[in-house]
């Protein structure tokens, strides 16, 4: 068994290069933080890929597709699920059915199913729960994205590749359990981890817990791993955690954030649209804020900025209409504020 499914990822993996994809490096602290931006949208190129102790896992997000579109003649069906064949391994790519309660299939028509492929399940709207077979090893972008009833998703034991935004649009989803026997990913209240929980990789948008303290072994909040969350009101980052780029994006219930020793950057739109934020007290130790960290938060009164900061990107705090003091140390943050940093302040 263990030698069949090195075979199904090895082949899964040769699948995702020779259909395009893009690689990317993560850096230091585990996360990536590329972000493409045009007038009508916001992307971003990600990908973590990271060995742990007990095994490997790869976070991929892209705008490349997870396979070669395949024509409708390509396309098996077998009951409501259709899947293409790739190596005599099937891949799931559509779904016809209206079930509320699915278990993606480990096998179709003697065929064992090792992928679920871009947009596979998209848009389906009666699902609420959906559970990953065990010989299911890549889970490709948008797998899931839309089904805005979908409360609870379960990660079988081999999923070893999974983009990010499988579950984009999944407003109602409360809870991403993952399989005790998975080595590539975990989950804590519902949260989803990489095997070793070194990486918090995503937040479902309607997790039921108003604070989370995030384990200690957490290192880096992968980008967009809060984003659209609803409901979380504080997060607790534990020492040495490093943030993604937008990894609260539009957080919206967020309050309160207590942040760990040894933070270094806020990087761009890291809290972006945090409506519900009241106070912004970057830790001593930070040396960046990026481009738009705090931009509309709108609950802010009041900001405070260390002597250790060194780099302050554009707009960091625009349309924070509430704020009325910004707290300055150090030369560089005073010089900051008499060039830039008034403008900031509402009467």
């Known amino acids: 068994m263990k030698k069949f499914l090195c075979t199904v990822i090895a082949l899964s993996f040769f699948l995702l290069s020779a259909c395009g994809e893009e690689v990317i490096k993560p850096n230091e602290s585990g996360v990536d933080t590329s972000v493409e931006n045009s007038d009508q949208s916001e992307t971003?190129?990600?990908?973590?890929?990271?060995?742990?102790?007990?095994?490997?896992?790869?976070?991929?997000?892209?705008?490349?597709?997870?396979?070669?579109?395949?024509?409708?003649?390509?396309?098996?069906?077998s009951g409501d699920y259709g899947y293409t064949l790739v190596n005599t391994v099937a891949m799931i790519c559509a779904y016809k059915g209206k079930d509320t309660e699915i278990t993606l299939p480990s096998e179709l028509d003697g065929y064992t199913v090792t992928a679920v492929t871009d947009d596979a399940v998209s848009g389906k709207t009666s699902i609420k729960r959906i559970t990953l077979s065990d010989t299911v090893v890549n889970v490709g972008e948008g797998a899931f994205v839309g089904c805005s009833s979908l409360e609870y998703v379960f990660i079988g034991s081999s999923v070893a590749v999974l983009h990010s935004g499988a579950f984009d649009g999944c407003k109602a989803l409360k809870e991403i359990e993952v399989s005790s026997a998975n080595k590539s990913f975990s989950s804590v209240d519902g949260v989803l981890y990489n095997g070793d929980k070194t990486v918090l990789l995503r937040c479902p948008e309607a997790v039921e817990k108003e604070e989370l303290k995030l384990p200690a072994t957490v290192g880096a909040v992968e980008a967009g791993a809060f984003s659209f969350c609803k409901g979380v009101k504080k997060v607790e980052l534990p020492d040495g955690c490093a943030l993604g780029e937008r990894a609260f994006y539009y957080c919206m219930d967020l309050e309160d954030i207590t942040f760990g020793e040894?933070?270094?950057?806020?990087?761009?739109?890291?809290?972006?649209?945090?409506?519900?934020l009241k106070e912004i007290a970057v830790p001593e130790g930070v040396k960046s804020i990026g481009n738009y960290a705090f931009f509309g938060c709108i609950s802010v009164k009041k900001a405070t900025l260390p002597a250790s900061v060194e780099s302050i990107g554009d707009d960091v705090f625009k349309n924070c209409s509430a704020l009325k003091t910004i707290e300055t140390a150090g030369e560089y943050c005073k010089n900051w504020y008499n060039e830039t940093g008034k403008d900031y302040i509402n009467s």
Not at 262 to 276: N, Q, R, T, Y
């Open 262 to 276: 040894g933070l270094e950057d806020i990087p761009e739109k890291c809290f972006f649209g945090c409506v519900m």
């Open 44 to 77: 971003t190129s990600t990908e973590v890929t990271e060995s742990t102790s007990d095994g490997e896992y790869s976070f991929e997000s892209s705008e490349q597709p997870f396979s070669e579109e395949s024509s409708d003649e390509d396309v098996v069906y």
